[in-house]
C-alpha cells in the first residue's frame, strides 16, 4: 500500500499549487482521503479531506477559500489545489487516507495510511 504525494515546491506569497497523491497497492475508491501538513516543533495539522463518495469536503478554517480537494477514483488520485498561498502555509503536505466507508469525521481522529510528504515553500 504507497500513497505517493508530489506536486509541492517553491511559490511567491499569492501563487498557487497542485498537489497530487496516488494510491497503489489496493483501491482507494471507497477510502476517505484527506490532506495533513507539519511544520517543525509542531503537531501535524488537518488541511482537507473528501468522502469516499467524492462529493463531501471538509476543509480546515485557515484554508477555507483557497484549497479545493478532488479526487479521480478511476486514476487513484486526489488532488489539493492550493490558491492566495501565504508564507505560514509552509509545511510538508501529507497525504493520507482512512479504512473503506470511514467518514471524514473519522479521518480526522485517526489515519490508517500516510504518504510521504511533500515540501511547500511559500515565499514573501
Known amino acids: 500500500v504507497q500513497l505517493q504525494a508530489s506536486g509541492g515546491g517553491l511559490v511567491q506569497a499569492g501563487g498557487s499549487l497542485r498537489l497530487s497523491c496516488a494510491a497503489s497497492?489496493?483501491?482507494?475508491?471507497?477510502?476517505?482521503m484527506g490532506w495533513f501538513r507539519q511544520t517543525p516543533g509542531k503537531e501535524r495539522e488537518f488541511v482537507a479531506a473528501?468522502?469516499?463518495?467524492?462529493?463531501?469536503?471538509d476543509y480546515a478554517d485557515s484554508m477555507k477559500g483557497r484549497v479545493t480537494i478532488s479526487r479521480d477514483n478511476a486514476k487513484h488520485t486526489v488532488y489539493l489545489q492550493m490558491n492566495a498561498l501565504k508564507p505560514e502555509d509552509t509545511a510538508v503536505y501529507y497525504c493520507?487516507?482512512?479504512?473503506?466507508?470511514?467518514?471524514?469525521?473519522?479521518?480526522?481522529?485517526?489515519?490508517?495510511?500516510w504518504g510521504q510528504g511533500t515540501q511547500v515553500t511559500v515565499s514573501s
Open positions: 497497492g489496493r483501491t482507494f475508491s471507497r477510502a476517505v
Open positions: 493520507t487516507a482512512g479504512l473503506d466507508y470511514q467518514s471524514i469525521s473519522q479521518l480526522k481522529r485517526a489515519q490508517a495510511y
Open positions: 473528501i468522502s469516499w463518495l467524492g462529493g463531501p469536503t
